[in-house]
């Protein structure tokens, strides 16, 4: 069988792609890749085709119009035969011991008869230029060799929550929960992670640094000059969390309170984007979203506009907008982030 099936979605990625598929392939059999050819205009398809030709029993090419990151993750999804489900961007790699530790404990798994709905491990962001390589990781909030629930979650500081390079989710629970990312859309990460949540139930940590975040192209998305261009799909993105959910409705505490922080970071990042473009049409921007969270679910507004975030994003006038401006400074140089 195949455990976990990876997903890489390509876009004129020939200059770096390779990394990535490598990385991957030191699972051999107990692995399935999907290269996502999303209408490249380069040489994707054709190394795609080449890795497909040596190892028709691991890597499969899919070709597709351009439909950005999302319905490329959406493709490979579909066409998914592992038990597992995992992104990896064809800028990104894996680190080869950590990816056998994973498929080792999800052989022991299979062994055991038992399953999860979301695997967690470490990722580091590989940061050109930068001396040391931040690594986040979970083992202070999240039980370690044991199946967990959202009642055992610990406290997570700000740049511990889960994102996409640190999860891996049961195939099957993506699919019976009608995961679909937007079509030509930036940052739907965000969604991929932030939906299934309230379908899981049973969660594993594997304290193994398993994914390289790569950070340092200047067309990368994550670049601020670019979420400044995208706004309005950043936006966009935060908006259809916030209609995703009414959070009175998730009966678990923790995972509420999860899910309210994690949108409380959305927010943030939203609100911070609007506010270094130093636009005043942003600006604007910035002060509708709050506007719709209100209207949409006034508690939820409440906890995040009174928080510590929503406060530091919402001082008053310019004064108070450096301010918010000065504390993402330290911020991304702390985490290095983008």
């Known amino acids: 069988m195949k455990y976990i099936t990876f997903a890489i979605p390509c876009y004129n990625s020939q200059d770096y792609m390779e990394r990535a598929v490598e990385s991957v392939l030191k699972g051999g059999k107990d692995v399935e890749i999907i290269i996502v050819n999303d209408g490249s205009k380069d040489g994707t398809e054709e190394i795609g085709k080449r890795y497909e030709r040596e190892y028709p029993d691991i890597v499969r090419v899919i070709s597709q119009e351009n439909g950005g990151h999302g319905e490329a993750v959406n493709t490979g999804l579909l066409h998914a035969t592992g038990k597992y489900f995992k992104v990896v961007d064809s800028d990104d790699w894996l680190d080869e011991e950590a990816l056998i530790q994973v498929l080792n404990q999800m052989k022991s798994f299979e062994e055991k008869d038992e399953e999860v709905d979301m695997f967690i491990s470490n990722y580091v962001y590989e940061k050109v230029g930068a001396g040391h390589k931040k690594v986040i990781h979970y083992r202070n909030c999240l039980p370690q060799e044991r199946i967990f629930g959202w009642n055992d979650l610990g406290h997570f500081r700000v740049d511990q929550y ?117 636009k005043e049409e942003n600006l604007e921007k910035k002060k509708e979203l709050w506007i719709y969270l209100k209207k949409k679910d006034y508690r939820t507004y409440f906890k995040i506009r009174y928080g510590i975030l929503g406060q530091t994003m919402n001082l008053p006038g310019k004064p108070g907008r450096k301010i918010s401006s000065m504390g993402y400074s330290v911020m991304r140089r702390i985490i290095g982030f983008n």
């Open 162 to 278: 889960i994102l996409m390079h640190s999860v891996i989710y049961r195939t099957e629970l993506l699919k019976l929960c009608q995961l679909r990312l937007p079509k030509h859309t930036f940052y739907v990460d965000n969604i991929y992670v932030y939906y299934p949540l309230p379908h899981v139930s049973t969660i594993y940590y594997l304290d193994v640094n398993l994914y390289r975040y790569y950070i340092g192209r200047d067309d990368q998305s994550v670049n601020e000059k670019n979420m400044i261009k995208r706004i309005d799909q950043q936006l966009f993105v935060n908006k259809t969390m916030i209609e995703m959910y009414e959070m009175r409705m998730i009966p678990n505490k923790k995972l509420r309170n999860y899910m309210i922080k994690y949108l409380a970071i959305m927010m943030t990042v939203s609100s911070i984007i609007c506010i270094r473009s130093k």
